[in-house]
């Protein structure tokens, strides 16, 4: 496996640019994340400088179960939901230029897998607003299914717009976490590569992004496994969605999530035909699972309301 290129001491402009292209920290960029937090938490000491950014968000950071909301103190999910949002506007309020757009999808915490046609319109739409050069977004790792649904939105999205004839943005991703074994491994992608750009960053920076993290109080106890001195990004490798992204169990099958079983790539499969963009098959067969665990998934599926109908 090759070595992670070397580190960068912080966010020069000539970092930016080997990051995000010639124009650098002018450059037109759209954040896609999951949820609130997660593009502090990928990119927070780059954001300081950004002067023309949008940021797109899934979900809208609230599960429908409501566990999360009620072990936070809040009686409903939405009121959850509004507080996810101010903290975000709070953070982001710390750039040195605002955000040209802040836009959410409004799909619940969870609910991406559910939802990835609707999503991948959504992307495309927001990307066709505002004609980003570079789209900065997760990668396929396992760790969170909604991490996963906006790398397989914004890939697709990217598909249809090169389907269309036209040039899609680069897309470029930061870490989120993955798994080894019940361990979540952060600040780090799951296979390393040469051409990463790893940026450690200065003082000032890990200040500034100690005070965006900061502002997110609903997730304090979340945010405290995310260690702040380096950053990753690297251009996004073309992947198979029809495979889990690695062998073994995935970090999100270890918690109720929403999702039974290694089963994502089956949706991603269903989605990439609904959008005509695949007719592939899932390589991975429901042999390793119990009958009786196919049957409730199987349910579970019919049974579900999409959040987008």
Not at 23 to 47: C, F, K, Q, R, Y
Not at 77 to 89: D, F, I, K
């Amino acid at each position: 496996m090759p070595e992670p290129a070397s580190l960068k001491k912080g966010y020069s402009e000539a970092v930016i640019k080997e990051i995000l292209g010639p124009g650098g920290s002018s450059t037109p960029v759209l954040i896609i994340a999951g949820h609130m937090d997660d593009e502090a938490i990928g990119a927070a000491g780059m954001l300081k400088y950004l002067k023309n950014l949008s940021v797109l968000h899934i979900t809208d950071g609230a599960a429908r179960n409501g566990r999360a909301a009620r072990a936070r103190g809040y009686a409903t999910r939405e009121g959850y939901a509004r507080a996810r949002g101010a903290e975000l506007r709070e953070a982001l309020s710390r750039m040195l230029c605002q955000p040209m757009d802040l836009t959410t999808l409004a799909v619940p915490d969870l609910d991406a897998s559910y939802n990835l046609p609707a999503i991948t319109h959504g992307v495309k739409e927001i990307i066709a607003r505002h004609s980003p050069a570079v789209v900065i977004t997760h990668p396929y790792e396992g760790g969170h299914p909604d991490h996963d649904s906006a790398a397989f939105a914004v890939s697709a999205a990217c598909m249809i717009i090169s389907k269309e004839g036209k040039t899609p943005p680069v897309i470029q991703e930061f870490t989120s976490y993955h798994g080894e074994g019940r361990k979540m491994v952060t600040s780090r992608f799951l296979h390393s590569r040469a051409d990463e750009a790893c940026v450690e960053l200065s003082e000032e920076e890990r200040v500034f992004k100690e005070e965006m993290l900061s502002c997110y109080r609903t997730q304090k106890g979340a945010l405290k496994n995310f260690p702040i001195g380096v950053e990753r990004f690297r251009k996004a490798p073309v992947y198979d969605f029809s495979s889990p992204p690695h062998e073994g169990r995935l970090f999100y099958q270890h918690f109720d999530w929403g999702l039974p079983g290694r089963m994502w790539p089956s949706l991603a499969v269903k989605a990439m035909r609904e959008l005509g963009i695949g007719e592939g098959r899932t390589r991975r067969d429901f042999s390793e699972f119990s009958p009786r665990a196919v049957y409730r998934y199987m349910k579970y599926l019919r049974n579900r309301s999409a959040f987008f109908s």
